[in-house]
């Protein structure tokens, strides 16, 4: 998606690129109700749920919770990322007998690592502390659909304390590593 | 004839190509030039398949090639830039396209060594292209254009970031290795060294449009019109 927006040029694509921001901007208690609404009481949400593929209150609940909330980080990361590689690239690999598909493949993702790389960091990031959609459209259920910032939120509501630390601490941890494996990986791309 | 270009007309939106005509014959080197903004690079880009045009042909080896992939056509460009792949040492840029052409690395392994001996650069092929010089960086990209035996070679101003000496190093050996390779060349430029060194053949644009071809010294001793004679003589 990123990719498309950085190298193709069709009309309506300012309003794609906005839609594409919109869950950065749009209130998020507004934007989880929706994801709740959607997937419950509309005929998408019920024609989902006819074929099996149940999306409230589950654990693909917070699947789906997670990619609405890191997905517009990771668009805009990997739209920023190819449109700062000069499309010549690919032009001059074509030129010389590669395909559009080869010349993405032997070019532009090595050439765009470090935001792909950034994306993903960001993304995992996102996810890991995603926590509004997660209790609306998963429901945050004790040991069932329960994510850390979910433990977290569960253990002060029954004033264990130390549990929520713990939990926080774990947080912190894996948001430090995620960080620093960032910055080894890229220094040394 | 190896390229016929015929009523070639292309629209940028706010730029035009109006009905550009050019032949070439097989090893002719033909000169583009023409105020900035007068159409060169589009013409260029447009032959080697980066645009595609709203009417008019393009033949290559009496072979429509109009509206043919990027790829398919055998057509290689050098850019005033270079595009080298910064992620590739030299050896792999130039091995690039050949790579896909060759199977048998030891003949593409030959092929490299052959090119970058003629164009000096064999003791540069375990270098990345960020080490190198402006010079060096532009014969590694002529190789890389060169070395896959294109119909037709496309360069979009290949020296003009260069200085004079390097530039006059860079005439002598592209004109050795596009004659080794047997190449036909379109050349763009504002340099008129680079017309009067390497050219048999010229074309003059202006806003879109072929206004005089010939011979260089029929360009600069009989200008069409006043447009061709001033930019002839104020350069």
Redesign the interface.
């Known amino acids: 998606m990123g990719y498309a927006m950085a190298r193709f040029h069709f009309p309506g694509k300012s309003v794609i690129k906005s839609l594409m921001d919109l869950p950065i901007a749009f209130p998020e208690l507004v934007l989880r109700l929706c994801l709740l609404l959607l997937f419950g009481q509309t005929p998408v949400g019920k024609a989902m749920e006819e074929a099996g593929i149940r999306v409230v209150f589950t654990k693909l609940g917070i699947v789906v919770a997670q990619i609405f909330t890191a997905l517009p980080y990771a668009a805009r990361i990997l739209y920023s990322t190819f449109e700062s590689v000069?499309p010549?690239?690919e032009?001059?690999?074509?030129?010389?007998?590669?395909?559009e598909f080869e010349s993405f493949k032997?070019?532009t993702i090595?050439?765009a690592r470090n935001g792909l790389f950034a994306s993903t960091v960001i993304t995992f990031a996102r996810s890991m502390g995603a926590f509004g959609a997660v209790l609306i459209l998963a429901g945050g259920s004790y040991m069932n659909t329960e994510t850390l910032p979910i433990t977290l939120y569960l253990n002060i509501s029954y004033g264990n304390i130390g549990m929520a630390i713990t939990s926080g601490i774990v947080l912190v941890v894996l948001a430090f590593l995620a960080i620093l494996v960032f910055e080894k990986v890229e220094g040394g791309l | 004839m190896i390229l016929e270009i015929e009523n070639l007309c292309v629209d940028l939106g706010e730029f035009k190509l109006n009905g550009v005509s050019l032949k070439a014959d097989r090893g002719d080197y033909i000169v583009i030039i023409g105020p900035t903004g007068s159409g060169k690079s589009i013409v260029l880009e447009t032959v080697?398949?980066?645009y595609k045009p709203i009417r008019g042909k393009i033949r290559l080896e009496g072979r429509d090639i109009t509206f043919l992939?990027?790829?398919k056509?055998?057509?290689?460009?050098v850019?005033q830039?270079r595009?080298l792949?910064?992620?590739m040492s030299v050896f792999e840029n130039i091995a690039?396209?050949l790579k896909?052409?060759e199977r048998n690395s030891s003949i593409v392994r030959e092929e490299v060594r052959k090119i970058a001996k003629i164009l000096g650069i064999s003791h540069l092929l375990h270098r990345k292209p960020d080490t190198l010089s402006g010079g060096e960086q532009q014969r590694v990209a002529i190789a890389?254009?060169l070395v896959?035996k294109p119909k037709l070679l496309l360069m979009d101003e290949p020296f003009s970031a260069l200085d004079v000496k390097t530039r006059e190093n860079l005439r002598k050996l592209v004109k050795k290795a596009v004659k080794k390779y047997d190449t036909t060349v379109l050349h763009v430029t504002h340099d008129f060294e680079d017309v009067f060194s390497l050219a048999n053949e010229v074309a003059v644009m202006k806003d879109g449009e072929i206004v005089q071809t010939g011979r260089p010294e029929e360009i600069f001793s009989r200008p069409l019109n006043d447009f061709v004679a001033d930019f002839v003589d104020g350069d």
């Not at chain 2, 056509?73 to 460009?77: A, T």
């Open positions: 000069n010549r690239y032009l001059v690999s074509r030129s010389l007998g590669y395909g032997n070019v090595p050439l | 080697a398949g980066f992939p990027i790829e056509r055998n057509v290689s460009i850019y830039d595009a792949f910064p992620h690039y396209g896909k052409k890389r254009a896959v």
